[in-house]
């Protein structure tokens, strides 16, 4: 099939909207239901995505996209028992790909409510099962198993887009869009991220564990199609706080580094400890964690909407209980898609417990980060590789 025919564009009143190829057939088949234009773009940058995980780590990837740019993306690492208390999959044995893809919708859950999904592998029935209980909008994968389809085809009163993309497809190498009646043309982005962008070690620490190492091309991989400006912090194989589209580098590094706080506290006794009532949904939950790590919280312990969530009345979670849990952060990565011009993002990313930096390098204050850098023992490479994204 050469053409599709779309619901819409990017909003309802812009009709016509189509799909097509200028030769050869389309590279992906809709299995169930009827695409939308955002719908589209978030698979194909999605795919694109997992893709390249898997090619970078050989493990099974997976992505959790909403309005064109990642929310959460990982590779298939073992959870430990509190990120399994925290994703709600205590005493589950995952498969791979549903590891990928908890992970993937873990870093972010708020914004990954109604997200597109992308798995680098065939999807099973028990990844399935976990997206028939999540508010999703669709998945794109390379296969199906039957029983898989068979579940994905229930949710959403049967609407739930399923899309199967050919693994072989190889795009034209120029790509080319059209604004305002002007169509732009440019090479496509195939840039490779690979170890070889770590070797420029620009700090006195060039220690670099393989883990670390997997999360920095974890990190880069994922900006790569992140709206930019952009920051991506990784730990443990998955992305744990993105910042994306920020015209501030800084405010990248600040947005995605509140994230991957949040992603932390989750793992907090604290948090882990709430006593939610049985019947209280995830999508609630999700909504109830976020605000008792917000100021909010103090408002609204013993109203009746927290009597409607709770068994009991939590205990606040103070100020200085926060910050001494997330003092025993470490090891995370911290990937930006251009240099960073100043050192205030490194000193803002050491509060998240960032320990290791790729980056592209080439600002005129590149000793001043290089040397913010060493003052907390950080390793930073410079990849001399820019990774904007629009």
């Known amino acids: ?9 990017c ?6 909207s189509r799909v097509y190829m200028e030769s ?3 590279p992906f088949k809709v299995l169930n239901g009827k695409p939308g234009y955002i719908n589209l773009l978030d698979a194909m940058n999605s795919w694109q995505l997992v893709h390249e ?3 970078a780590t050989s493990l099974p990837a997976a992505a959790s996209f909403k309005h064109v740019s990642p929310a959460g993306a990982a590779v298939a690492v073992p959870l430990s028992d509190a990120l399994k208390q925290a994703y709600f999959v205590e005493g589950i044995e995952l498969s791979p790909v549903a590891t990928a893809y908890i992970r993937a919708r873990g870093a972010d859950r708020m914004s990954s409510y109604g997200d ?3 798995l680098s592998d065939p999807c099973d029935a028990q990844t399935a099962s976990f997206l028939q209980r999540e508010v999703s909008d669709g998945i794109i994968a390379p296969a199906y198993s039957e029983a898989a389809l068979e579940i994905l085809k229930t949710k959403r009163k049967g609407s739930y887009l399923v899309i199967q993309m050919e693994p072989s497809y190889v795009p ?7 604004v305002f ?12 991220i690979t170890e070889d962008c770590l070797k420029d070690v620009v700090t006195k620490n060039k220690d670099l564990p393989d883990d670390a190492k997997r999360d920095l091309l974890l990190s880069l991989i994922t900006l790569k199609y992140t709206q930019s400006n952009s920051v991506c912090y990784a730990k443990d194989g998955q992305a744990i706080g993105i910042g994306a589209g920020q015209q501030s580098r800084v405010h990248c590094t600040r947005l995605a580094g509140n994230k991957a706080d949040i992603w932390y506290l989750r793992q907090s006794p604290q948090v882990l400890s709430l006593p939610f009532k049985s019947d209280v949904r995830r999508p609630d939950r999700d909504n109830a964690i976020d605000v008792y790590l917000s100021n909010e919280c103090m408002d609204l312990l013993g109203t009746d909407e927290w009597k409607r969530i709770f068994t009991e009345k939590p205990p606040v979670f103070l100020p200085e209980e926060k910050a001494k849990w997330l003092k025993t952060a470490t ?10 011009p100043f050192g205030d993002n490194i000193e803002r990313a050491h509060k998240s417990g960032v320990s290791y930096v790729a980056q592209s390098g080439g600002s005129i204050r590149d000793d001043n980060v290089i040397e913010t850098a060493d003052k907390y023992g950080m390793f930073m490479a410079m990849t001399h590789i820019r990774l904007f994204h629009h």
């Open 53 to 55: 995980l898997k090619e």
């Open 116 to 118: 597109f999904v992308a």
């Open 24 to 26: 050869g057939d389309l």
């Open 331 to 340: 090891g995370v990565a911290l990937g930006s898609d251009a240099f960073f």
């Open 172 to 178: 034209a190498e120029k790509e080319t869009k059209t």
């Open 1 to 9: 099939m050469k053409e599709l025919e779309l619901k819409y564009g």
């Open 181 to 192: 009646g002007v169509t732009f043309e440019q090479k496509r982005n195939d840039v490779a």
């Open 11 to 16: 909003n309802p009143n812009q009709k016509p």
